[in-house]
């Protein structure tokens, strides 16, 4: 197997260990150049475990060193013990992830229009456009053949990677990212049929992205029809993501993979969607929500419920349907039986009596 290490720092287990702020049970001298799972890690990987389930894995795990829950007694590397596993491991991924400081100035093939107001530490990579009277505040980067089209406004610290597309009018905020080749403004998808003739409708809105939101890889977030839409502070969303024109989603919100949320949809705070799961249009979906994959959200759903299936509901009700399904087969085999046995002493019991009948009448 050919490794491909995450940078070329090396840090040892002591500076990990003052990174994170705690102490290193046993020696601190090892060097760390990369972050491996428990099963792959080698001896200058740093591995971790998240909780008591993957401790076991470290007794002979080959790591370097591993950040921990708790300790663990007889493992062969050096124990860092923190609060928080996931936010430790993050530390640590941050810390030796190389330096990507994107472009530095304005690339001379770009295309930035003289009333377009840019800070004077903005990075614009080759082949970028940039439209009248958009406005690009400090430290804002932006990649090769980025498109922003007129009257856009992006905050301080927000990158756009190569290819992303903003298109007239969108406010983009502070700390904002967005993947190569996602699109932000387009028009939504709405159209009225007059004597069978499809026409399209002026979509004359905007998309408000707010602080600290990031956007995968070709995603899109539409414009809305009239007003605004809406993707609050702190949401995260996934690649291949389809949010429609007026969708309303709050703050805090994880859309995965291939999720599509229609036309004027309103996500309350930290709703949670996991792959393929779909919202239609119009429908209220309260803060809080888990929605299981593959969800399909046909009607409103108070707030923090978790949901699954199609249509979703309650999640443990689906479930359970699906445990009833895997045994019809079986129980369709047992109704057969039955009704075979029925009819069988039925018709026995009919026997009787015709015979009883004959018995008893005249001779």
Not at 79 to 100: I, K, N
Not at 230 to 248: M, P, S
Not at 255 to 279: E, M, P, T
Request: aromatic content about 4%.
């Amino acid at each position: 197997m050919v490794r491909n290490d995450m940078s070329e720092k090396t840090l040892t287990v002591r500076d990990i260990a003052e990174l994170l702020g705690v102490e290193v049970h046993g020696p601190g001298e090892g060097r760390i150049t990369s972050v491996a799972a428990l099963d792959q890690a080698g001896p200058a990987d740093l591995t971790f475990a998240v909780d008591a389930r993957y401790a076991s894995g470290l007794v002979t795990s080959h790591a370097g060193a591993a950040i921990v829950s708790e300790l663990v007694s007889d493992t062969p590397m050096p124990l860092l013990v923190v609060d928080h596993v996931e936010r430790a491991v993050a530390m640590v991924l941050g810390a030796m992830a190389m330096d990507y400081s994107g472009p530095a100035g304005i690339d001379a093939s770009a295309r930035v229009s003289p009333q377009a107001e840019l800070a004077d530490d903005v990075g614009v990579g080759p082949c970028a456009t940039i439209g009248p009277g958009s406005k690009i505040a400090s430290g804002v980067v932006i990649g090769a053949n980025v498109c922003i089209a007129g009257g856009v406004t992006i905050g301080s610290g927000s990158t756009l990677q190569q290819g992303a597309v903003v298109l007239d009018r969108c406010v983009i905020g502070s700390r904002v990212i967005i993947g190569p080749n996602t699109v932000i403004g387009a028009d939504g998808f709405g159209y009225y049929t007059d004597r069978g003739v499809h026409h399209k409708i002026p979509h004359i809105g905007n998309v408000i992205i707010e602080d600290d939101v990031e956007i995968g890889a070709c995603s899109c977030v539409d414009r809305a029809k009239f007003g605004s839409t809406i993707i609050g502070a702190g949401t995260k969303i996934d690649n291949l993501v389809q949010v429609a024109h007026n969708v309303q989603v709050g703050k805090g919100c994880f859309l995965c993979a291939q999720v599509g949320i229609a036309g004027s949809a309103k996500l309350g705070d930290y709703v949670a969607a996991g792959g393929h799961a779909g919202v239609r249009d119009n429908v209220t979906v309260g803060s809080q929500v888990q929605c299981a994959a593959f969800a399909a959200v046909a009607s409103d759903v108070p707030d923090g419920a978790v949901i699954a299936g199609i249509p979703a509901h309650d999640a443990k009700r689906t479930f359970r349907e699906l445990r009833a399904l895997e045994r019809l087969p079986e129980l369709s085999k047992k109704v057969r039986a039955i009704e075979t046995r029925l009819e069988s002493l039925v018709q026995t019991e009919d026997n009787q009596e015709d015979c009883n009948g004959r018995e008893s009448g005249p001779l």
